[in-house]
């Protein structure tokens, strides 16, 4: 269960930074939009990028999702990567968050491989 923080800043046009761990165990840190459900974290990437890959391999992630008004307003979520979501709902997804971010559908262009949602389990949330 997502807490009522976490959504209310997921949510709204804020970004977010998953950190994902490489093969030798270091971590990777992306800036990122982000969406969040009742039950999970949400994350639209590309199966053909590097954190899809690391999340295949070793699928724990934190997630810190931080207010634009206000960056001393964040939360963090730790967890794992415990669904994903490939097809039509992954492309609707994009578009959803292109939305929020920039007012406009997301460019087809800019997709070179499938769009994928990256469903983030909490197993810690911090305000």
Do not use: C
Request: a negative charge; glycine letters at 4%; charged letters at 30%.
């Amino acid at each position: 269960m997502i807490e009522d923080k976490v959504k209310e800043l997921a949510r709204k046009a804020n970004f977010a930074t998953i950190t994902t761990l490489l093969q030798d165990g270091s971590p990777a840190t992306h800036v990122m939009w982000v969406d969040a459900d009742d039950e999970f974290v949400l994350i639209n990437t590309e199966t053909g990028r590097a954190k899809y890959r690391n999340v295949q391999r070793d699928p724990r992630v934190s997630v810190v999702i931080w207010d634009h008004e206000n960056s001393y307003d964040y939360v963090e979520v730790r967890g794992r990567v415990a669904e994903t979501v490939t097809g039509d709902e992954a492309r609707r997804h994009i578009d959803d968050l292109s939305m929020k971010y920039t007012g406009n559908a997301y460019d087809p262009a800019a997709i070179q491989t499938e769009r994928v949602i990256l469903k983030v389990a909490p197993d810690r949330q911090r305000a």
